[in-house]
C-alpha cells in the first residue's frame, strides 16, 4: 500500500493564484523571501540580503526544505535546489503562498 506524499498547495507555476503576492515578489522579492524565512524561524534580514547578494540558490533550498518540513511535504535538497536554480522566482511565490495558507490555518485553530 503506497501512503500518499502531501504536496505544495499551489503548483510551481501558480504564480498568478494570487497576483498581489506575484506582484511584489516581482518587484521586491527580497521582501517575499525575507518574510518565508522569518515563517520558519530563520532571520528575515540575512535572508533577504543573502538574495541580494546573490546566495539565493544556496539560501533558497534551505528555506524550501524548511517549509516542506513543516508541512510535510515530500522532496529533498537536491530537487530544490534544482528548482531554485532553474525556476526561482516561481518557487519563492509557491513558497510564499504555503507560508500563508499555514499562516491562515494557525490563526484559525487560534479562534477555536
Not at 2 to 17: A, I, M, R, S, Y
Not at 59 to 66: E, S
Amino acid at each position: 500500500m503506497n501512503v500518499p506524499t502531501k504536496e505544495f498547495q499551489h503548483g510551481l507555476c501558480g504564480c498568478l493564484d494570487d497576483c498581489s503576492l506575484c506582484i511584489i515578489t516581482y518587484f521586491c522579492p527580497c521582501y517575499t523571501f525575507g518574510r518565508n524565512a522569518e515563517a520558519v524561524g530563520s532571520s528575515c534580514c540575512l535572508c533577504g540580503v543573502g538574495l541580494i547578494l546573490g546566495f539565493g540558490c544556496i539560501i533558497g533550498p534551505m528555506i524550501r526544505g524548511k517549509i516542506r518540513e513543516r508541512q510535510g511535504i515530500d522532496g529533498s535538497f537536491c530537487k530544490d535546489w534544482c528548482i531554485w536554480l532553474f525556476c526561482g522566482f516561481c518557487a519563492l511565490v509557491q513558497e510564499a503562498q504555503e507560508v500563508k495558507s499555514f499562516a491562515i490555518r494557525a490563526q484559525s485553530i487560534e479562534r477555536e
